[in-house]
């Protein structure tokens, strides 16, 4: 590759200067060659496996009780992180499973609980 690029470097410039060679068509060539070098594929699927998400809200669920029963410091920051998370996961799964939901946490407590019983009405078992 270097030795396409040695020749390149030395001879354009004379070229560009005669007037022989345009410098925004050299510019928008090496434009295009880097962009299909470095060609991103499509991203993925944005949602984690079923099995994954039941386990994490069986897991923060666990958490949410044990962080309520205690008398940790910190314990309303606590379960306020813990919900955040609870929600954004049950929502997640909500996607997954193509359960009608709200957009975005934090969910009111109804809709939580409609969320959960859409979820468990599909075969979601946490």
Do not use: C, H, N
Request: overall charge neutral; charged content about 20%.
């Amino acid at each position: 590759m270097v030795w396409l690029l040695l020749p390149l470097m030395l001879i354009g410039p004379v070229l560009m200067i005669k007037g022989l060679v345009d410098l925004g068509s050299v510019l928008d060539a090496i434009d295009a060659g880097w962009r299909r070098l470095r060609r991103r594929p499509p991203p993925g699927p944005t949602t984690a496996p079923v099995q994954q998400l039941a386990a994490d809200l069986r897991r923060i669920a666990a958490y949410l009780e044990q962080v309520d029963s205690s008398d940790a410091p910190a314990k309303a920051f606590r379960l306020r992180a813990a919900s955040l998370a609870y929600d954004g996961v049950l929502l997640s799964a909500a996607r997954t499973l193509e359960v009608p939901a709200p957009e975005k946490p934090p969910l009111q407590s109804i809709d939580r609980l409609q969320t959960e019983a859409a979820l468990a009405q599909q075969g979601l078992d946490w």
